[in-house]
Every structure is written in structure tokens, then in C-alpha cells.
């Protein structure tokens, strides 16, 4: 009876951590999907509140304007059609009018799978379909539309974020299938030694998708904080990777590695004879 009792002990425990594994996960990749009590879940966010563009603009002579009117004036995200906040997710970005990690979002956009962020194209596109404040128009033309140009060292991965981008989102989809079928099949594998085995090797799955799936994105979106904030400390425009995110990822790792152990145990060990698991129950 003790080992029927270790069995049920085992399974019990291995299941508790693979439906943690894929609540957790669940929450950091598919909660932000739209706007929601989930949406300030996010890889990175940018704060534009402060930002002036003078060192990006392509053309000398604006550049040059916003620099000298910059000595008098204290330039916003609003002076160039920018929100103060946006959060990049998996399924694309949202907006807010406040600052910091818990600001409200205004809007986010339609949910598209493989999205990754461009930071050229994203800031450009934000500042060709909003308008500019009397202030800046004043300053360059109204006709003037704003061209900028990062610094190569943040231009030159975009290609590297868009790869890393669709690697976290498939992993991330391969680990929720696999910790799905996995909590289906733990009802029934407690009473097989064959299906722990099955199990295990779902839980395996999902648990390297999950190591994957954390180690790129934590890996990526560090580098690209960092690119961010050196490169363009002078516009005053600030990168932070999102703490919530990071833990809910690497404790779907945990969770799922807690549980991939178990089902390796649960192949060999304990009793699977039903009527044993009877007279336990008894």
C-alpha cells in the first residue's frame, strides 16, 4: 500500500507543476493577445515622455533647429505625435498617455502572430501618421515631415529580432501544446507506468520549449535594452524589459522542469495495480 500511496504522491505532484507550467505560460505569452487585465504584460517597453529627436533626424538643418530649440524648450512625446508608452508582446505593441510599467493602455493593436518589432520602421511609421504640436511645426514647416535614422548599432538587429521574435513565439505555442496533452494524459498515466512514460516525454517537450522560449527572450530583449539606452541616451527615448514577463516565463521553466522529474520518477516507481489504488483510496 506505501508504494501505491509514493505513486499517487508522485503523480499528484507532477501534475500540480504541469498545470503551473501552463497557466504560467499561458499568462506570459497569450495573456497580452489583446487588450485586457493581462495587457501591461510585455517584453520591452519604451517611455518616449521626454524625447527629442535632433540627434536622429536624417535632415541636418531640422536636426539642427530641434537641437538650438532645445536649449529653450522642453520637447514631449506629444511634439511629435508619440505617446508616452508603448509595450511590445508577442501579438504586436500597445500605447498609453502615461509612464511606467503600470500605465494604462489606450489602444493596442489587432493581435498578429510572428510580430516583431522594428524599431526604425515602428518609431518612423508613429511619426509619419500622427501629427506634430504647434511647437515643432512652428520650428520645421508644417510640410516638413520628420525623417530619423538609428544608430547602426540598434538598425543592424533587426534582422536578428525578427528570427529570435518567431523562435519565442513557436516554441512558445509547442510548450502550451505540449503541457496541454500532457495535463490531459496525467489522469491516466497514474495508472500506467507506459503512459508516465508518455508524460514524461510531453513534459520533456514542453520543458525545452519553455528553455528556449525564456532564454531568447530574456537573452534578445536585454541586448536590445541596452543597445537602446546607450544608443540613444541623447533623445532622452528609454528602454525596460518587463520583470512580470521574465517571471512568469522562467517559473513556467521551473514549474515544468519540477514536473518533467516527476514523470521521470513515475515510470519506475510505484504501484499501478488498480485494485491497490482502490484499497488506497479506502
Known amino acids: 500500500?506505501?508504494?501505491?500511496?509514493?505513486?499517487?504522491?508522485?503523480?499528484?505532484?507532477?501534475?500540480?507543476?504541469?498545470?503551473?507550467?501552463?497557466?504560467?505560460?499561458?499568462?506570459?505569452?497569450?495573456?497580452?493577445?489583446?487588450?485586457?487585465?493581462?495587457?501591461?504584460?510585455?517584453?520591452?517597453?519604451?517611455?518616449?515622455?521626454?524625447?527629442?529627436?535632433?540627434?536622429?533626424?536624417?535632415?541636418?538643418?531640422?536636426?539642427?533647429?530641434?537641437?538650438?530649440?532645445a536649449e529653450s524648450i522642453t520637447f514631449s512625446a506629444e511634439d511629435f505625435g508619440f505617446s508616452n508608452t508603448y509595450i511590445f508582446t508577442a501579438w504586436g505593441y500597445c500605447e498609453s498617455n502615461g509612464t511606467g510599467a503600470s500605465a494604462s493602455m489606450k489602444y493596442c493593436t489587432s493581435p498578429e502572430a510572428l510580430y516583431y518589432l522594428d524599431p526604425q520602421t515602428f518609431l518612423q511609421e508613429q511619426l509619419d501618421s500622427n501629427a506634430y504640436s504647434s511647437v515643432v511645426t512652428e520650428l520645421i514647416g508644417s510640410d516638413q515631415p520628420i525623417q530619423i535614422t538609428l544608430p547602426s548599432e540598434i538598425s543592424t538587429y533587426t534582422n536578428t529580432i525578427e528570427a529570435v521574435s518567431?523562435?519565442?513565439?513557436?516554441?512558445?505555442?509547442?510548450?502550451?501544446?505540449?503541457?496541454?496533452?500532457n495535463f490531459i494524459n496525467n489522469y491516466f498515466a497514474k495508472r500506467s507506468h507506459i503512459l508516465?512514460?508518455?508524460?514524461?516525454?510531453?513534459?520533456?517537450?514542453?520543458?525545452?520549449?519553455?528553455?528556449?522560449?525564456?532564454?531568447?527572450?530574456?537573452?534578445?530583449?536585454?541586448?536590445?535594452?541596452?543597445?537602446?539606452?546607450?544608443?540613444?541616451?541623447?533623445?532622452?527615448?528609454?528602454?525596460?524589459?518587463?520583470?512580470?514577463?521574465?517571471?512568469?516565463?522562467?517559473?513556467?521553466?521551473?514549474?515544468?522542469?519540477?514536473?518533467?522529474?516527476?514523470?521521470m520518477f513515475a515510470i519506475c516507481c510505484g504501484s499501478?495495480?488498480?485494485?491497490?489504488?482502490?484499497?488506497y483510496k479506502e
Do not use: Q
Not at 497580452?32 to 527629442?52: C, E, G, Q
Not at 523562435?167 to 510548450?175: E, P, V
Not at 527615448?237 to 520583470?243: L, V
Open 1 to 69: 500500500m506505501a508504494i501505491g500511496g509514493f505513486r499517487k504522491f508522485l503523480t499528484t505532484f507532477s501534475s500540480i507543476f504541469t498545470l503551473a507550467a501552463l497557466a504560467l505560460v499561458v499568462f506570459a505569452i497569450v495573456g497580452p493577445v489583446k487588450k485586457s487585465a493581462l495587457d501591461t504584460i510585455h517584453f520591452i517597453r519604451f517611455d518616449l515622455s521626454n524625447i527629442n529627436l535632433a540627434s536622429i533626424a536624417s535632415d541636418s538643418g531640422i536636426a539642427e533647429t530641434l537641437a538650438n530649440a
Open 272 to 279: 499501478t495495480n488498480v485494485e491497490d489504488y482502490e484499497d
Open 196 to 263: 508516465s512514460c508518455g508524460s514524461f516525454l510531453l513534459s520533456f517537450i514542453g520543458s525545452v520549449a519553455l528553455l528556449l522560449t525564456a532564454a531568447a527572450s530574456t537573452g534578445m530583449w536585454v541586448l536590445v535594452e541596452t543597445k537602446f539606452n546607450k544608443e540613444l541616451e541623447s533623445t532622452g527615448a528609454k528602454a525596460h524589459i518587463d520583470p512580470v514577463y521574465y517571471g512568469l516565463i522562467w517559473g513556467a521553466l521551473g514549474a515544468g522542469f519540477c514536473s518533467t522529474i516527476g514523470w
Open 166 to 181: 518567431k523562435l519565442i513565439f513557436i516554441c512558445g505555442f509547442i510548450a502550451i501544446g505540449a503541457l496541454a496533452l
